[in-house]
């Protein structure tokens, strides 16, 4: 069974302040992604990877950064949080390899900036 | 770039009703692969069912969805809704560029309410 966890589950942060969201997986998938879900909006890529070391910017990467330093960890990393970055995040894990494209995602995480 | 519509925001059913959730797409790409994924409250989204093949029905779960790329079209259906559909619905595109991202483009999500 695929397994994507995320730490922490919640976090409350300051305005200003640096927050690391950290994502795990234990499927062995190449590729690594990181969302926000906002209501009207829907799943928006922040950031992915390809594997061990490389970080691609997704369709949203402005106030984020990611970092990929194994197979299994992807974090974003909110350098200056603003209010506006209060949204749920969610990792996801895939393999493009074989057509397959399916995306295994963690729990989310529910990040509040005051 | 690639695009994905989900007209209805919210969808409001009585338990029994069918179902139907509409989703058109958008890519340059002849051989797009189209998602649904569902996302049921304090869960993780999770796929639903697939498809890459022209006027193939694909079922799961009760659910079943017919990818027509004359229309770009993959809408949801099931026959009779219950309770336990009560959920949030993505339809996703598949990233077809080439560069093998394995990157999926949302629609905005369509919540489904199934009332008694």
Not at chain 1, 48 to 56: H, L, P, Q
Not at chain 2, 60 to 65: E, L, S, T, V, Y
Request: hydrophobic residues 30%; proline residues 3%; aromatic residues 10%.
């Amino acid at each position: 069974e695929a397994a994507v966890t995320q730490s922490p589950r919640n976090k409350v942060a300051v305005t200003g302040g640096k927050v690391t969201l950290s994502c795990n997986q234990t499927n062995n998938h190449n590729n690594m992604y990181w969302y926000r879900q906002d209501t009207g909006h829907g799943l928006r890529l922040i950031h992915y990877s390809y594997g061990a070391g490389s970080t691609e910017k997704g369709d949203i990467p402005d106030g984020y950064k990611a970092s990929r330093p194994s197979q299994e960890n992807f974090s974003l990393i909110l350098e200056l949080a603003t209010p506006s970055q209060t949204s749920v995040y969610f990792c996801a894990s895939g393999d493009a390899g074989g057509g397959s494209y399916e995306q295994y995602f963690g729990p989310g995480t529910r990040l509040t900036v005051l | 770039g690639d695009s994905v519509t989900q007209k209805e925001g919210l969808v409001t059913l009585t338990e029994g009703l069918p179902v139907m959730l509409n989703c058109t797409y958008q890519t340059i790409y002849s051989n797009a692969f189209l998602f649904w994924y569902v996302h049921y409250l304090n869960e993780s989204p999770r796929l639903l069912l697939k498809s890459s093949t022209d006027n193939k029905r694909t079922e799961h779960q009760g659910f079943h969805a017919t990818l027509h790329k004359s229309s770009s079209s993959f809408h949801l259906q099931k026959s009779s809704a219950q309770l336990s559909d009560s959920a949030l619905y993505y339809c996703a595109l598949s990233d077809f560029s080439g560069a093998n991202t394995g990157k999926l483009t949302f629609g905005h999500g369509t919540i489904l309410r199934v009332h008694p």
